[in-house]
C-alpha cells in the first residue's frame, strides 16, 4: 500500500480574509509574511505596481501618525489609491449601523483598515464585509504593530526562538498582542506590572495555548527582579487614549516601572529597548533610555511600512503580481 502524503498547505489560499487578532495568524502564515515583508523592504521596486486597481479605505476613530502614513505610503507605493476617514468626531456604527457601513464599503473598496476604540467594532464590521479588514489598532489587540517588532528583531538576532523579551509598566493591546506572538513563535515573554494591573484574560489564555505547543516560556510578576536576562525590553505608554481620566492615578501607580539606564541595567548590557511610540518622554521612559545606542524604536517605525505592504499583498493576493 503506497503512502499518501499530505499536500502541502498553500499559504496563500489559506491566508486568513481578516486579520483581527493575533490568533488569526499561525506560526507558518507569520513566518511567511515577515519573509515577504523583507523581500518588499530589500526590493520594493518588484511590487511598485502590484496593487493597481486595489483601494483602500482608512476608518480611524483614533488619531494616528506611523500607521496612517505607513498603509497610506504602502497602498501608493504599490500603485493602489486610498481614501481617510476621520471617525474621531462621529464613531463607526453611530451615524448609520455598522453593518450598513461594510455593506457600503465592499461596494467600492478592495480593504478595509480600521483603528478603533473596540475591538467589538472590528468584528462587527468583519461579519459584514466581504472585503478584508485588517486591525490597525483597538482597545484588545495591535497585530501589525507587533509583525513589526518581530521583523524589528529578526534583523538583530536572525532567530527569535528562545530569546527573552520583557514588557514593563501597563499592559496594553500591544502587550496583548505581544505576548501572543512570542509564544506562537518560541520566543520567552515576562510581562512586569503593578499590582492591579493584569493581561487581559483572553489573551493570557490564547497565549498559553501557543506556548504549550513552542515551549515557550511566559512569566506575569509584579517584580523587576524578573528583567534578569532580558534580550529585549519593551514598554508603551502609560496614558492610552481615552484614558486621560486615569492619568494621575497611574502615574503614581507606575513610577517605579519607568524604563531607566538604571532599570536597563537589571536587564543587562546586550538588552535592547523598545517602545511601539508615541513616547511619553520622562514618564514611562527616560531620554537617554529611547535615544541611547540600545534602543529600536525607529528601526520598530520604519518596519511598519515593510510590514504593512506585506500584509496589503497577502489579504489582497497580488504577492506574485
Given amino acids: 500500500m503506497k503512502n499518501l502524503k499530505k499536500p502541502k498547505t498553500n499559504l496563500a489560499q489559506d491566508w486568513p480574509k481578516h486579520i483581527l487578532a493575533i490568533s488569526d495568524l499561525s506560526v507558518?502564515?507569520?513566518?511567511?509574511?515577515?519573509?515577504?515583508?523583507?523581500?518588499?523592504?530589500?526590493?520594493?521596486e518588484t511590487h511598485q505596481n502590484s496593487l493597481s486597481g486595489c483601494h483602500a479605505v482608512l476608518l480611524f476613530e483614533k488619531p494616528s501618525l506611523r500607521t496612517r502614513l505607513t498603509f497610506e505610503i504602502g497602498m501608493h507605493s504599490?500603485?493602489?489609491?486610498?481614501?481617510?476617514?476621520?471617525?474621531?468626531?462621529?464613531?463607526?456604527?453611530?451615524?448609520?449601523s455598522?453593518?450598513?457601513?461594510?455593506r457600503n464599503l465592499e461596494r467600492w473598496c478592495?480593504?478595509?483598515?480600521?483603528?478603533?476604540?473596540?475591538?467589538?467594532?472590528?468584528?462587527?464590521?468583519?461579519r459584514n464585509s466581504s472585503i478584508p479588514v485588517i486591525n490597525a489598532l483597538s482597545d484588545l489587540e495591535h497585530p501589525c504593530q507587533v509583525l513589526a517588532d518581530v521583523l524589528t528583531l529578526q534583523q538583530r538576532w536572525g532567530e527569535v526562538k528562545h530569546r527573552k523579551l520583557v514588557y514593563v509598566?501597563?499592559?496594553?493591546?500591544?502587550?496583548?498582542?505581544?505576548?501572543?506572538?512570542?509564544?506562537?513563535?518560541?520566543?520567552?515573554?515576562?510581562?512586569?506590572?503593578?499590582?492591579?494591573?493584569?493581561a487581559d484574560s483572553?489573551?493570557?489564555?490564547?497565549?498559553?495555548?501557543?506556548?504549550?505547543?513552542?515551549?515557550?516560556?511566559?512569566?506575569?510578576?509584579?517584580?523587576?527582579?524578573?528583567?534578569?536576562g532580558a534580550d529585549a525590553v519593551y514598554t508603551d505608554t502609560w496614558i492610552s487614549m481615552g484614558q486621560?481620566?486615569?492619568?494621575?492615578?497611574?502615574?503614581?501607580?507606575?513610577?517605579?516601572?519607568?524604563?531607566?539606564?538604571?532599570?536597563m541595567t537589571r536587564a543587562g548590557k546586550k538588552a535592547f529597548f523598545m517602545h511601539c511610540l508615541p513616547a511619553h518622554r520622562?514618564?514611562?521612559?527616560?531620554?537617554?533610555?529611547?535615544?541611547?545606542?540600545?534602543?529600536?524604536?525607529?528601526?520598530?517605525?520604519?518596519?511598519?511600512?515593510?510590514?504593512?505592504?506585506?500584509?496589503?499583498?497577502?489579504?489582497?493576493?497580488?504577492?506574485?503580481?
Avoid: W
Fill in 98 to 102: 455598522i453593518k450598513d457601513t461594510g
Fill in 202 to 228: 483572553l489573551c493570557r489564555r490564547r497565549a498559553a495555548q501557543f506556548a504549550g505547543q513552542s515551549g515557550s516560556v511566559l512569566e506575569f510578576s509584579h517584580d523587576l527582579g524578573h528583567l534578569f
Fill in 244 to 263: 486621560e481620566r486615569d492619568a494621575e492615578r497611574k502615574l503614581r501607580d507606575l513610577a517605579q516601572y519607568k524604563v531607566t539606564p538604571q532599570l
Fill in 110 to 126: 478592495s480593504i478595509v483598515i480600521a483603528r478603533t476604540f473596540s475591538q467589538s467594532t472590528l468584528e462587527e464590521l468583519a
Fill in 28 to 44: 507558518e502564515r507569520i513566518q511567511d509574511l515577515l519573509q515577504l515583508a523583507r523581500q518588499v523592504k530589500n526590493a520594493p
Fill in 169 to 198: 509598566g501597563d499592559p496594553n493591546n500591544v502587550s496583548n498582542s505581544l505576548m501572543q506572538i512570542c509564544a506562537l513563535l518560541g520566543m520567552h515573554f515576562t510581562l512586569i506590572s503593578p499590582p492591579g494591573y493584569e
Fill in 282 to 321: 520622562g514618564e514611562e521612559v527616560s531620554d537617554s533610555v529611547i535615544d541611547g545606542p540600545r534602543s529600536l524604536v525607529y528601526d520598530q517605525a520604519e518596519n511598519r511600512l515593510h510590514v504593512h505592504k506585506a500584509v496589503l499583498l497577502k489579504a489582497l493576493h497580488r504577492e506574485f503580481v
Fill in 78 to 96: 504599490m500603485g493602489g489609491t486610498v481614501s481617510f476617514l476621520d471617525c474621531q468626531q462621529h464613531k463607526i456604527g453611530e451615524r448609520e
